[in-house]
Structure formats: C-alpha cells, structure tokens
C-alpha cells in the first residue's frame, strides 16, 4: 500500500539523501511535503492526511517531542531520524515506529517502511469494520464471590473488565460487577480465552468488539455501544487477535 509521509528535517542535504534513498528504495513511500522547522511541519500535519512522518531531533523552536505533544490525534506513524542515540528512550516513550541513526542505513530504512507498511495495512483492514477474531471460542464459566456464596458468570457474556484500583469491574451487557481482585488477576485466568489487554486499565473480550476506529493507539466500539482507548503500546498486541 502506498503510504502518504513527509520529512521533517532542517538540515537540507540531509533532507535531500533521505529524501534520495526513499525515492529508490521505498517506492510505496508517497512524499508529500517537508519542512525544516516544527512550526512548519504542524501546519503540514494538520493540511495532510499521513501514514508516516520521519522526523528529526533537534530542530529550530522547538525539537520533535514539542511538535508530537501538539498533535492532538496522531493518526500517522512516526520514525526519528537523527544523529544522536541518547533520544531513543523518549522517542520510545512516543511510541516511534523506528529509530534511524545517521547516517542513513539503506537497510535499515527499508525495515522502518516495512514496519510502517505493515502496521498500516492491518489499520486499514480494521478500520470501522466489523471484526472477524481469529479465534471465537469464549466457552466456560468464572466465579464471583459474594457474601452469602458466589455467582456464575458465562464467560462469553463479559464484555469488558476496567481496572478500579485493587477492585475489578466486569461489564456485561446490561450490568456491571465489582470484585475485589486485580484486573492483572483476571487478565492471568482469562488468558487461554479471548480477551484482549488493549489498556493499562481495560481487558476486553474480543468477540464484543464490533469496530476499530483508527489513531496512534485507535479506539474500540464494543457490543454495549461504549468506546474505549487503546493505548499506543498494546494497538499490536490487539490486532494480533483478528485476521
């Protein structure tokens, strides 16, 4: 698939070898604009619709980090192309795609698009459709305790469980329940079944997801009508779960 990027680079014949190897070497890659300076690249962010922005450091009024944190909704995947090493960690923090050294590893480059290319691709198969899981199997039954005994739960009939401190919330389709475990507790006995940990704070049963809506983590419609974030860093982990 063709991938819509631009560079973000104020230094020019850096601009112009990237610029370069992507003409050459990665041919889906559709270069639409460039800008050597945050402020610039902002206005392009917001005029473009993009898939990929390689993006610099260090930059005049401001570096790359000022201008992630002024995006609001990062639809587009980000790979830092810079010459220092000591920035990885927060362009990992940023959840960056991939991290180029300068100069330019031809390889390495071809790996970054790929990567991109394939995270991509899935969003697009994904994206505001209904969801086919690879596996649809939710058989079987947990327990909740109760004062007086317990109550059985089909485990097919949980939608979603949320994170409340120490306690969990089980969603089911038309009520809730509060039980005094962790939501790390019934994402480990929920784990040979369906169910996605899209969220430090949501574990979803994928049978009750019915869209995908796209963004940096994106967002999931689950059968109770309620959207829920998915965070940046478990967005492969759910998609792992649908063809």
Do not use: W
């Not at 050597?36 to 392009?44: C, G, V």
């Not at 058989?139 to 469980?161: L, R």
């Not at 006995?189 to 997801?209: C, G, M, P, Q, W």
Request: proline content about 2%; aromatic content about 10%; overall charge neutral.
């Amino acid at each position: 698939m063709k991938l819509n990027a631009i560079i973000v680079e104020d230094e020019k014949i850096s601009r112009d070898i990237l610029r370069n190897y992507i003409g050459k070497y990665c041919l889906n890659v559709n270069l639409v604009a460039e800008a050597d300076n945050i402020e610039d690249a902002y206005k392009l962010i917001q005029k473009h619709t993009l898939d990929l922005v390689f993006l610099d450091v260090e930059m005049p009024f401001g570096n790359a980090f000022d201008l992630l944190e002024k995006v609001e909704n990062r639809t587009f995947e980000t790979v830092f192309v810079t010459a220092y090493d000591h920035y990885a960690i927060e362009a990992l923090n940023n959840h960056a795609s991939y991290y180029l050294l300068k100069p330019i590893s031809i390889d390495q480059l071809i790996k970054a698009v790929h990567i991109v290319t394939q995270i991509k691709e899935k969003e697009h198969k994904l994206q505001d459709q209904i969801l086919t899981p690879k596996v649809k199997s939710a058989e079987g039954k947990i327990t909740i305790p109760q004062q007086n005994g317990f109550e059985v739960i089909a485990i097919s009939d949980i939608v979603f469980c949320k994170a409340d401190d120490n306690y969990t919330e089980i969603h089911l389709a038309n009520s809730k329940k509060l039980v005094s475990k962790t939501l790390k507790y019934f994402e480990k006995i929920l784990s040979e079944y369906t169910f996605a940990r899209i969220h430090k704070s949501y574990l979803v049963n994928v049978n009750a997801i019915v869209k995908y809506k796209k963004g940096k983590g994106g967002s999931v419609v689950v059968s109770n009508g309620k959207e829920i974030l998915v965070s940046a860093s478990q967005k492969s982990n759910l998609l792992s779960y649908f063809k």
